[in-house]
């Protein structure tokens, strides 16, 4: 069973920076892990995605240049580091994993979430 906690939001200035953290346990480097947010009255929106030993990693187009996905697989640790932050960012942002294959912007493929950490960007 995999369990997820994310850490790290709060809220800033457009412009900003933060940090996410997601601390994992019970699951292997085999899983797929990404991030994902949702904004109130909106689905959830796939962010980024880091792949197996983390050779491969995928953003969603409106976060490319401003945010970066990595992980410590010696810790379980999965980090997303957002810069350049917008107001549009402002939502609650979710870690999770998957032992499957698909596509990776689908939040159906994941069966593994944590209860998600708030990012409020302010203008």
């Known amino acids: 069973q995999v369990q997820l906690v994310e850490s790290g939001g709060g809220s800033v200035q457009a412009g900003g920076s933060l940090n996410l953290s997601c601390a994992a346990s019970?699951?292997?480097?085999?899983?797929?892990m990404a991030w994902f947010r949702q904004a109130p009255g909106k689905e959830r929106e796939a962010v980024a995605t880091?792949?197996?030993?983390?050779?491969?990693?995928f953003y969603a187009d409106s976060v490319k240049g401003r945010f970066t996905v990595s992980r410590d697989n010696a810790e379980n640790v999965l980090y997303l580091q957002m810069n350049s932050l917008k107001p549009e960012d402002t939502a609650s942002y979710y870690c999770?994993?998957?032992?499957?294959?698909?596509?990776?912007?689908?939040?159906?493929?994941?069966?593994?979430w944590g209860r998600g950490t708030q990012v409020t960007v302010s203008s």
């Open positions: 999770a994993a998957t032992k499957r294959t698909g596509p990776w912007n689908h939040p159906e493929l994941y069966s593994s």
């Open positions: 019970g699951y292997t480097i085999r899983d797929w």
């Open positions: 880091i792949i197996v030993g983390g050779e491969q990693r």
